[in-house]
């Protein structure tokens, strides 16, 4: 199955990030689930799962069609936004800036 990355994503992830990426890239999709989250007001239909635990840990965030796998986006948990859960992420067309990542 093969397994794609934005390139910018792929261009400023961190050693911990690339690790956690190369864990998903060995079994895509496994343990993932769809979830929508919105971005700079936009909201989008994903898929995502979490590696690791603590300051460690690892979302990837990303599209399945048909066998293969699009990383959008990957990032870390930072803490709650009008009771709803946040992430700053690295995301598809924005550079190396980490942007702001809301579960709807």
């Known amino acids: 199955m093969p ?13 911990n990030e690339r690790d956690k990426v190369n864990q998903f890239n060995d079994n895509p999709g496994y343990g993932g689930q769809q979830i929508t989250v919105k971005i700079a007001g936009k909201k989008l ?4 799962v979490t590696f690791g635990k603590g300051t460690h840990h690892v979302s990837v965030f990303y599209r399945r069609e048909s066998d293969e796998f ?3 986006g990957v990032g870390q948990h930072a ?3 009008e009771g709803k859960t946040l992430y700053n992420a690295l995301w598809e067309g924005n550079d190396s800036r980490r942007v702001a990542v809301l579960v709807q």
């Open 45 to 48: 239909t994903v898929a995502h």
């Open 79 to 81: 803490g709650k936004k």
């Open 3 to 15: 397994v794609t990355i934005a390139e910018n994503v792929n261009e400023h992830i961190d050693n």
């Open 70 to 72: 699009q990383i959008l």
